[in-house]
């Protein structure tokens, strides 16, 4: 191995120190010896990887995958005009939205509240299970496919906040009466699990099977 191929697989592991997950910091095993294993810039706990990262991706990986089903099923708004209920699916609306000829404002939901969510958790999944079952094919294409995870999940709201507008023009103007339905509940628990499960997965796992990194915790 030439020097360049040394300098590129020079790891924190490797010269014995550890990078602090909040601010980037390294910190030298003989600092912490001294000082404790805190970050000396932000006083966050150090740890080599992210504790329990896998047992706890998994969990909200399938409370994610179970909830968004009903976010899809049950109705998400339901409109009372004139003592008439109507109420309205995810799906439903965008089909809705599709027949009154509002395509843009229903590729917008389509995309924010069906794709995102199922793409980001087939992406996790696809990872978590690239990291159990020890992988190493393409390491730099499942951690660029995770920074991405990471950049849309903050588009999923984009309905529920749509959601809320209507509901407060609708109520402003006295027309009918909007609730927000189970459907919009399980789906911003689906939104919030899946950035959760975004947060505790550890990138840094996946070059572990290259000889990249290490197992510590």
């Known amino acids: 191995m030439n020097g360049a191929q040394q300098q590129a697989r020079l790891t924190a592991a490797s010269i014995e120190a550890v990078s602090c997950h909040i601010c980037n910091l390294l910190v030298s095993d003989s600092y912490r010896r001294r000082h404790g294993n805190i ?4 006083g966050t706990a150090l740890h080599r990887r992210k504790p329990d990262s896998m047992s706890r991706t998994w969990a909200l990986l399938i ?6 089903v009903p976010a899809n099923v049950y109705p998400i708004l339901t409109v009372v005009s004139f003592g008439q209920p109507t109420t ?4 439903g ?10 395509w843009v404002i229903a590729a917008v939901v389509f995309i924010a509240s069906v794709f995102v969510p199922i793409f980001k958790i087939l992406a996790l999944l696809f990872l978590a299970l690239s990291v159990q079952l020890k992988w190493q094919a ?33 109520k402003l103007q ?3 009466t909007v609730t927000a339905g189970p459907g919009a509940i399980a789906f911003a628990a ?6 959760f499960a975004a ?10 099977t290259e000889g990249m990194g290490d197992d510590g915790g």
């Open 39 to 42: 970050c000396p810039r932000c």
């Open 63 to 68: 409370a994610a995958a179970i909830l968004y």
């Open 88 to 91: 309205s699916t995810i799906i």
């Open 93 to 102: 609306g965008v089909i809705e939205l599709a027949a009154g000829g509002q």
């Open 138 to 170: 393409r390491p730099r294409a499942r951690t660029l496919l995770y920074r991405f995870t990471e950049f849309i999940g903050r588009w999923s709201m984009i309905d529920i906040f749509m959601i809320s507008i209507l509901i407060a023009l609708v």
């Open 174 to 176: 006295a027309l009918a």
């Open 190 to 195: 689906v939104v919030i699990i899946t950035m």
């Open 199 to 208: 947060m505790t997965f550890d990138p840094r796992l996946i070059w572990d």
